[in-house]
């Protein structure tokens, strides 16, 4: 077996990372990139690293610009991003029968969508004034080269860049993001010249070594990119599901007798505490994220053991949610919690009318706990009250 292999190197432009990365000789290579995108020979790709706020109609202009810094030849292929290269940058390398397959790529994911979709006004309101959603330049972007040892013909060549295109998909499913890529993804295939081989698709032994190596590289850049982001507790992501605080207050007074003895504003503060209380559990956040969990494959139908349609009936011999639901109430406040989550459940009062068989008894079981708590910590000042 021949030894196959990029030189790569990373540079210190400043503040801005600059990967440049060597092919064995000149290549033939098609590519989706800024600069000599489509069919090109080079032997020289480069990243190249932008500020999160950059904003120009031209980057092919500051792209030229770096390549006469850094001495890179004219017919070099160039990606551009906004990704932290010296962090995120990952190289793979697979073979398969003798072939084989080299990736490096860099992945920033915070414009990640689903192919179709548009981006949420959130993710819209951050770009540059002047840079359309569909700029090669946002914050997000997934950049991958790929070469091969075999020569591809140019067909070869166009079914490689549909396999990279899967393989880049499931690495964001791998890593748990929302979206089939980026609304600004690069791509470039790189092999020796030459027509051997005129198909490289998933069941080929070359789109096989394609695939593991660019699945491998972009999910291990995506981690890396991520390794600074805070996981998010319980609470943080139900409002991103529209279920905050006021919501879930709301359907807590929904079925709680007012008592003279006890103010309701009183009742509604010692809601807040307690939530806040428990969004620093582990415990807790492990259940309400499974039930999170549950409820999103739910919605994409893929709950394996259930008909397909059945989920969002929330058939009688589905009981994980009630599982869940129980192990949280009774975590929370024991017996006295599960029969206060068991009365939420049933009659559903607000938000929890519209939720989805996992989500509602997940938050049911956490209101009815709460105000479990809250009446068992009156009842027992008011007993020594009156001792």
């Known amino acids: 077996m021949n030894n196959f292999d990029i030189d790569m190197r990373v540079e210190d432009n400043g503040n801005e990372g600059f990967a440049i ?16 995108g489509g069919y090109a020979y080079s032997d020289t790709v480069f990243f190249y690293e932008v500020p999160l706020n950059y904003d120009n109609s031209f980057p092919e202009e500051d792209l030229e610009t770096q390549c006469h810094k850094f001495n890179i030849p004219s017919h070099a292929v160039g990606f551009m991003t906004a990704a932290d290269i010296r962090r995120v940058i990952t190289i793979s390398k697979e073979c398969v029968n003798d072939i084989q397959a080299i990736a490096v790529a860099t992945a920033g994911v915070t414009n990640a969508v689903y192919a179709g979709e548009r981006l949420p006004k959130e993710v819209l309101d951050t770009l540059p004034e002047h840079v359309p959603s569909g700029e090669s330049n946002l914050p997000g972007t997934i950049n991958v080269l790929v070469a091969v040892n075999v020569p591809l013909e140019d067909c070869g060549l166009a079914n490689a860049l549909i396999t990279v295109t899967e393989a880049k998909t499931a690495a964001l499913i791998d890593t748990g993001i929302s979206g089939t890529g980026t609304t600004s993804d690069a791509v470039s295939v790189a092999c020796p010249p030459g027509g051997d081989q005129k198909y490289a698709g998933t069941a080929t032994d070359v789109g096989i070594a394609i695939a593991r190596a660019v699945r491998s590289a972009v999910g291990e850049s995506i981690l890396k990119w991520g390794n600074n982001d805070r996981p998010k507790d319980f609470l943080t992501r139900l409002d991103e599901l529209g279920i905050g605080e006021e919501e879930m207050w709301e359907a807590a007074s929904a079925l709680y007798i007012p008592s003279p003895e006890w103010d309701t504003k009183m009742i509604r503060e010692k809601f807040h505490q307690h939530l806040s209380i428990l969004r620093k559990d582990i415990n807790v956040n492990a259940l309400v994220t499974a039930a999170i969990s549950m409820e999103g494959l739910g919605n994409k139908d893929v709950l394996f053991g259930l008909d ?4 969002l009936d929330d058939p009688v011999h589905l009981i994980a949610d009630e599982l869940l639901g129980m192990a949280l109430s009774e975590y929370v406040a024991g017996t006295k919690g599960l029969f206060e989550y068991i009365r939420y459940d049933k009659t559903k009062p607000g ?3 519209v939720l989805g068989p996992f989500l509602d008894d997940i938050v049911a079981s956490l209101i009815g706990s709460i105000m479990s708590r809250i009446y068992t910590e009156l009842l027992e000042s008011e007993d020594k009250l009156g001792s």
Do not use: A, K, Q, V
Not at 308 to 311: D, E, P, S, V
């Open 351 to 353: 938000i929890l009318g």
């Open 21 to 36: 990365m060597i092919l064995p000789e000149r290549y033939r290579l098609l590519s989706s990139t800024i600069m000599n």
């Open 308 to 311: 397909r349609g059945r989920f």
